[in-house]
């Protein structure tokens, strides 16, 4: 099963109200396992940065102002993505920013119901308790430590960790790796020691006291059977 981790920086909250993507970072799941494929781009977003957007990611504008714009690598983001489901946190804000970029350059949207949010997962987890990406690294005892500003590859990559653990820890991982691989069992050598046959026959004793029995019954149907019996 393959699947999309996806994570987006912003100029601010709104597409609509002209904001854009200026990173995007992906990770590429199987069977709920990173497998090291990732996509990562900053992105030219044509406009100012503004200073509450900087202070959240650290991208200015001068250091975007060489880097490509969307249109030059739509194909490639949806060649990876392709056609898994896609795991985001708050995956409303990432897909309708990737959705109003696609719109810009006259592509169709990414269906909405092929997201997983990880949000909801953490809050039917964990109802009343913090659902944000830095909690839920914190209650899944996941090393923050590089995170000293929002980062798309980076977001994407604690997010695979925490998606795991929102749908049962290591145990996917592990029933893989179990299913796949067949331990044969060792051949098991049957060593057999001939013995000497037994003797079957009736004792002596044994055949004296089965005809003192038979001596005892009246009328045994055997010898009622031979009487009939013609000549």
């Known amino acids: ?115 997983i949010d990880t949000v909801i997962l953490a809050r039917r987890k964990f109802p ?18 590089e995170r000293g500003k929002h980062g798309a590859l980076l977001d994407a990559k604690l997010l695979a960790r925490v998606y795991l653990e929102l749908i049962g820890g290591r145990e996917p991982g592990l029933a893989l790796a179990a299913s796949e691989v067949v331990i044969a069992a060792p051949e098991e050598k049957i060593v057999r020691t001939a013995r000497e046959p037994r003797a079957h026959e009736a004792s002596a004793d044994e055949l004296a006291a089965h005809a003192a029995f038979v001596a005892k019954l009246k009328n045994p149907i055997w010898l009622k059977a031979a009487a009939e019996t013609p000549a």
């Open 128 to 145: 009343g308790a913090q659902a944000s990406l830095d909690a839920l690294c914190r209650r899944f005892q996941i090393d923050l430590s």
């Open 1 to 115: 099963m393959r699947e999309i981790v996806l994570d987006t920086e912003t100029t601010g909250f709104d597409p609509l109200s002209g904001h854009r993507v200026v990173e995007i970072g992906c990770i590429e799941l199987l069977n709920h396992m990173p497998t090291g494929r990732e996509f990562h781009r900053y992105l030219n977003p044509e406009r100012d940065m503004p200073a509450e957007a900087e202070a959240v990611h650290g991208l200015s504008a001068a250091f975007l102002a060489d880097k490509p714009l969307f249109s030059s690598l739509a194909d490639d983001l949806l060649g990876f993505i392709g056609d898994s489901p896609i795991i985001a946190h708050n995956a409303g804000f990432d897909m309708n920013f990737i959705n109003a970029e696609l719109r810009r350059i006259g592509r169709g949207p990414l269906a909405a119901d092929r997201a």
